[in-house]
């Protein structure tokens, strides 16, 4: 797992202006991806980030990379709180949720789209993809924005430059443990 791409995809979260971030990296056998996981951790954590593989299969893991008390808050809103129990969890404590989050993505026959909520996306835009992917969609970025476009538009942008700049400072031999913000 490369830093080039870690914050590729990661960028915001490491900023401190996203919750959490997801990717998918070539799957190359148990044992390096949880030395690999260990190791991101070691220097992570100290930066309030944690990394978790969500799904491992023969080829691929999926990878998630967050900030767990931007995930206690996210998962504290009402709205948030009621979807996670339509969708069977039995707690919003972050640590459950994630441990049900990895069942459901190993589990289910479909595409957990709660995962929304573990990102950071607003739980109205989780709830609007949930009922219906393509009616009231009012604009598209990370995410589908359901309410709020104004306000997604912007955080969009804001993603956008912060992955830009996270890359040029990465490719100017700036290392992850130089890049991830710690957030109070």
């Known amino acids: ?4 791409m870690i914050v590729k995809h990661c960028a915001p979260t490491l900023a401190g202006i996203k919750t959490g971030n997801m990717f998918l990296m070539k799957h190359t056998g148990e044992g390096n991806v949880t030395k690999e996981i260990r190791e991101l951790n070691y220097i992570l954590v100290k930066k309030g980030l944690r990394v978790l593989p969500l799904r491992i299969t023969a080829e691929h893991v999926l990878v998630y990379i967050y900030r767990p008390d931007y995930l206690e808050k996210d998962l504290s809103d009402p709205l948030a709180r009621k979807i996670l129990i339509e969708k069977g969890y039995e707690s919003v404590n ?26 950071g996306y607003p739980p109205k835009d989780v709830s609007g993809f949930m009922n219906s992917p393509h009616d009231g969609v009012k604009c598209c970025g990370c995410w589908k924005s359901y309410s709020e476009p104004e306000k ?10 912060c992955t830009e700049v996270f890359q040029m400072l990465n ?10 913000v710690v957030c109070a």
């Open 152 to 161: 997604a538009e912007i955080t969009f942008r804001n993603y956008k430059r």
């Open 1 to 4: 797992m490369s830093d080039e």
């Open 94 to 119: 972050a640590n459950r949720c994630i441990r049900q989050l990895i069942a459901h993505f190993r589990d289910d026959k479909e595409f957990p789209h709660e995962v929304g909520l573990f990102l």
């Open 171 to 180: 490719r100017q031999g700036k290392t992850l443990e130089q890049l991830a």
